[in-house]
Nanobody, 123 residues
Framework: QVQLVESGGGLVQAGGSLRLSCAAS????????MGWFRQAPGKEREFVAV???????YYANSVEGRFTISRDNEMNTVYLQMNTLKPEDTAVYYC?????????????????WGQGTQVTVSS
């Protein structure tokens, strides 16, 4: 069983930055693939970024070059640094854990989810 708790969301002006954190419980964190997803009102959940246990990363085109995913296995925490934020980044952001080793971008491949944290970017 893995429990995930996100934090760090808030209100920021366009062009600003936020760093989201996701604290995980469970002794298998260091071997799990961790992902970030987001869901805007009236839209489907979408993939944002993923980090393999080896720290290999992959990003959605919409955030490539602006967002950085990282992990601290000693702290059982994964981060999402978000820079140059745009109003279209407004959403609830979720972190998720997967036992897959192939860095999935589909939410169906993830086993555990956090409760989400709201990010609002004003224009």
């Amino acid at each position: 069983q893995v429990q995930l708790v996100e934090s760090g969301g808030g209100l920021v002006q366009a062009g600003g930055s936020l760093r989201l954190s996701c604290a995980a419980s469970g002794r298998t964190f260091s071997r799990n693939t961790m992902g970030w997803f987001r869901q805007a009102p009236g839209k489907e959940r979408e993939f944002v970024a993923v980090i393999h246990w080896s720290s290999i990363t992959y990003y959605a085109n919409s955030v490539e070059g602006r967002f950085t995913i990282s992990r601290d296995n000693e702290m059982n925490t994964v981060y999402l640094q978000m820079n140059t934020l745009k109003p279209e980044d407004t959403a609830v952001y979720y972190c998720a854990s997967s036992s897959s080793s192939v860095m999935p971008t589909s939410g169906r491949r993830y086993d555990y989810w956090g409760q989400g944290t709201q990010v609002t970017v004003s224009s």
